[in-house]
T-cell receptor, first 109, second 113 residues
């Protein structure tokens, strides 16, 4: 089983739609969780950290469910500029950061 | 501008060549990383240095040799590479104090002929 599993997509949604991604992980000792965003031919950039209590940053909401070992990302009111690959990332401690393969999102006008 | 700069942006080399990738961070971080990203695959962690000391070597072939002379600079020395080593090589840094948020450079797109 992969350490981090994501639906590769692509998700094709119209502008203004709400879209959600899930990610499951296998290492129950994982300590920190993140969502990164990667545009085509660019480097990954941190989007937000993910906490058990849930956290929100503008149109983006992230949630962690430790019992079921998954994290989620919700994007409301999608913009064309949200088109990218979203990477689920775990920090298992000792500087070992594990990336999922990513979920591709296309937002259409 | 991410504060992490990598050179060169693109590199084409033959299997018998020796080349080096360079990374420099201006964020005052203590940890630096090399990742490999192949097409349609997740980022693969190669090496980690924390306070100049190597803390992770993820079963990387010896034809890849890292060097970290100080907390701001990281090199990846390449020799006798194979065509399957063609990929995007990304450098990253983090504070090195837990809850490691990574800041990436733009990467070096490497092609091995």
């Amino acid at each position: 089983r992969k350490e981090v599993e994501q639906d590769p997509g692509p998700f094709n949604v119209p502008e203004g739609a709400t879209v959600a991604f899930n990610c499951t992980y296998s290492n129950s000792a994982s300590q920190s969780f993140f969502w990164y965003r990667q545009d085509c031919r660019k480097e990954p950039k941190l989007l937000m950290s993910v906490y058990s209590s849930g956290n929100e940053d503008g149109r983006f909401t992230a949630q962690l469910n430790r019992a079921s070992q998954y994290i989620s990302l919700l994007i409301r009111d999608s913009k064309l500029s949200d088109s990218a690959t979203y990477l689920c990332v775990l920090d298992t401690g000792g500087f070992k950061t594990i990336f999922g393969a990513g979920t591709r999102l296309f937002v259409k006008a | 501008e991410t504060g992490v700069t990598q050179t060169p942006r693109h590199l084409v080399m033959g299997m018998t060549n020796k080349k080096s990738l360079k990374c420099e961070q201006h964020l005052g971080h203590n940890a630096m990383y090399w990742y490999k990203q192949s097409a349609k695959k997740p980022l693969e962690l190669m090496f980690v240095y924390n306070f100049k000391e190597q803390t992770e070597n993820n079963s990387v072939p010896s034809r890849f040799s890292p060097e970290c002379p100080n907390s701001s600079h990281l090199f990846l020395h390449l020799h006798t590479l194979q065509p399957e080593d063609s990929a995007l090589y990304l450098c990253a840094s983090s504070q090195g104090q837990g809850d490691e948020k990574l800041f990436f450079g733009s990467g070096t797109q490497l092609s091995v002929l």
